[in-house]
Structure formats: structure tokens, C-alpha cells
């Protein structure tokens, strides 16, 4: 697979999936522009976010994963990135160009979390060819 052949159905698939974690108050996958392709908000959540606000994170998120990349060949590629904030935790999974970013409670284990993620993204801790 390919950036070309991304399926976004296919990840809309594994956002309602990442979202039947209780912890779990969002998840979608944004293009490079930041635009949301698939996923959202857990239903019946409230955003502590304006849609604007929403919109300014999603921005910042996409912008910080396509800054992170210029580093890969010394470091290594990403496979997540999480911030603790004291009212949620932001998390992102680089795909392709893309990015699949959550918002989630902020007690929970980032690293047990990110694992599991992962896991339903079929991402493990290695990369399928990029």
C-alpha cells in the first residue's frame, strides 16, 4: 500500500474501532492540508473545543508530523507522538502523508494506549513501507 491507495473507508473502519475505547474522545484521520478524512468524535462526547479550535490543533498536529520527518534518516521514522495536557492527551500516527490523531482522557497510559493503537491501525512498532 501506498499513499495513492490509502483507503480511507478502511480507516474510518479503524477510527470507530479506536473509538470504542472508553478513554477515547476522538479519532480521525487528517490529510497533510489538515483536512479530517475520516473518523470524528466519539458520539455523545463534548469537545472542549470551538470548531475552531479544533480546526487550529488539527493544523498545528498535521504541521508538527511533517516537520518531524525531516529528522527520519538520522533518528528514525516516528511511529507516534503523544503531548499530556491536564484535561486530555493528543496523540498522533504518521501514515503516509497523513496522520491519524486522537484525543483522548488525560489519566491514561499513553504507551499501553499507543500500543494498542497501533495494533488496530496494523502499524505495530514497525512501518509498513512508506
Known amino acids: 500500500m501506498n499513499q495513492e491507495n490509502l483507503d480511507v473507508n478502511e480507516y474510518a473502519d479503524k477510527c470507530s474501532k479506536i473509538l470504542e475505547n472508553p478513554e477515547i474522545l476522538f ?9 479530517l478524512l475520516a473518523g470524528g468524535y466519539k458520539p ?20 508538527r508530523v511533517t ?10 521514522r516516528v511511529k507516534y507522538s503523544a503531548s499530556r495536557r491536564e484535561r486530555v492527551v493528543i496523540m498522533s500516527f504518521p501514515i503516509y502523508n497523513n496522520v491519524v ?13 499507543a500500543f494498542r493503537i497501533l495494533s ?10 512508506e
Open 120 to 129: 488496530k491501525l496494523n502499524r505495530q512498532w514497525g512501518y509498513i513501507e
Open 44 to 63: 455523545g462526547t463534548c469537545s472542549r473545543l470551538t470548531d475552531e479550535q479544533h480546526q487550529n490543533i488539527c493544523s498545528e498536529l498535521a504541521s
Open 101 to 113: 490523531m486522537i484525543l483522548a482522557e488525560s489519566h491514561i497510559n499513553i504507551d499501553r494506549l
Open 27 to 35: 479519532a480521525g484521520l487528517l490529510d497533510g492540508m489538515d483536512s
Open 67 to 76: 516537520k518531524r520527518k525531516k529528522f527520519n534518516s538520522e533518528l528514525g
